[in-house]
């Protein structure tokens, strides 16, 4: 996967420095013109009937919280899709591309539009900072979960799909999306994850399946290193 964070060469400068003046990070156009120019944000509260799905994702005690409403029409399509975030430049871009995606040509059936994954909102922005990615995953699990919300709606719960967490670690009770979050992060090693989450500290013999984790969802999000 390319790395769209920073280049460090003298003289080079990115949108975005760091407070030590040594890493930049540089956003393509495509994310640029979503940010100053963001695609069907909701500047109001919903209407009560206007959208007949809603999905939530995060909260604002932790930086970012992202709100999606939707109308699904005949054949399951996403005929209008707003929202709402508070968070950075980049979950901004990505829940405006997302909005996009699910709409253009008369709009995605809800079976497509759960498959989206991040990459794929991150290909139609030409890229994000490594450590700005978990903004992309924070939309597409907002878009699932207003998926379900409207299979609960409409009583047709045997369509809904739940997103189960493992225990991987009884005595922590670390998941393993607290370990896929952790490297959503930036955590590429066991010790980068552990100092996130505490996982197999004192318990060594989970170790070996807390790596073949970590390296599932390095290869998952970023590809071989």
């Known amino acids: 996967m390319t790395d769209y964070k920073a280049k460090t060469t003298t003289g080079t400068k990115g949108d975005v420095v760091s407070s030590d003046k040594k ?3 540089f956003y393509t156009d495509e994310v640029k013109d979503h940010f100053f120019n963001p695609r ?3 500047d109001r509260e919903p209407e009560e009937d206007e959208f007949n799905a809603m999905g939530k994702v995060g909260s604002p005690a932790c930086g970012d919280e992202l709100r ?5 029409g005949e054949g399951e399509r996403i ?5 709402k975030t508070f968070g950075c430049g980049s979950a901004i871009a990505s829940t405006s591309m997302t909005s996009v995606m699910v709409t253009e040509n008369g709009g995605m059936t809800l079976p497509d539009a759960r498959k989206i994954k991040p990459q794929d909102i ?3 922005l030409g890229g994000l900072p490594a450590r700005k ?3 992309s995953v924070l939309c597409d699990k907002a878009l699932r979960d207003a998926i379900n919300d409207y299979y ?3 009583n047709q719960v045997e369509k809904m799909v739940v997103e189960a967490a493992r225990v991987v670690d009884q005595a922590s009770k670390v998941t393993d999306k607290d370990i896929e979050e ?3 992060e930036g955590a590429r090693t066991l010790e980068e994850v552990q100092r996130k989450t505490k996982v197999g500290v004192g318990n060594p013999e989970i170790l070996p399946a807390v790596e073949e984790l970590i390296r599932f969802y390095r290869e998952k999000y970023f590809g071989n290193d």
């Open 152 to 154: 609960r709606r409409t």
């Open 23 to 25: 890493t930049s990070w």
């Open 122 to 124: 991150m290909a139609r």
């Open 182 to 184: 952790a490297v959503l």
């Open 40 to 42: 069907n944000f909701l």
């Open 68 to 72: 999606v409403w939707m109308r699904v």
């Open 79 to 83: 005929k209008e899709f707003k929202w």
């Open 133 to 135: 990615f978990h903004c």
